[in-house]
């Protein structure tokens, strides 16, 4: 059974930093694609940033040069670290293991950014 469990989002100030982290079990971790996705209040679920399981990682043009994401196979767990937040990155943060159209999903963690 694939657990995923996100962690660190919070309400933080705009131009704050957040740290998520979401801890897997379940899967092979250090042979899988991670990713993050976020759904803002009436909004569709968006890409945030996905590493592959050689370290290659991607980011959302909206986000790039503020968050970036990394990984620590042997704590098989995923980070999103979220520098220079802005209100619009007020959003319930989602981990994903594999592939948004047929991989696994955490619960989410809501980050609240304050003008």
């Known amino acids: 059974q694939v657990q995923l469990v996100e962690s660190g989002g919070g309400l933080v100030q705009a131009g704050g930093s957040l740290r998520l982290s979401c801890a897997a079990s379940?899967?092979?971790?250090?042979?899988?694609?991670m990713g993050w996705y976020r759904q803002a209040p009436g909004k569709q679920r968006e890409f945030v940033a996905v590493i592959g399981s050689s370290g290659d990682a991607d980011v959302a043009d909206s986000v790039k040069g503020r968050f970036t994401i990394s990984r620590d196979n042997s704590k098989k767990t995923v980070f999103l670290q979220m520098n220079r937040l802005k209100p619009e990155d007020t959003a319930v943060y989602y981990c994903?293991?594999?592939?948004?159209?047929?991989?696994?999903w955490g619960q989410g963690t809501l980050v609240t950014v304050s003008s």
């Open positions: 379940g899967i092979i971790f250090s042979l899988t694609t």
């Open positions: 994903n293991a594999g592939s948004p159209t047929g991989g696994d």
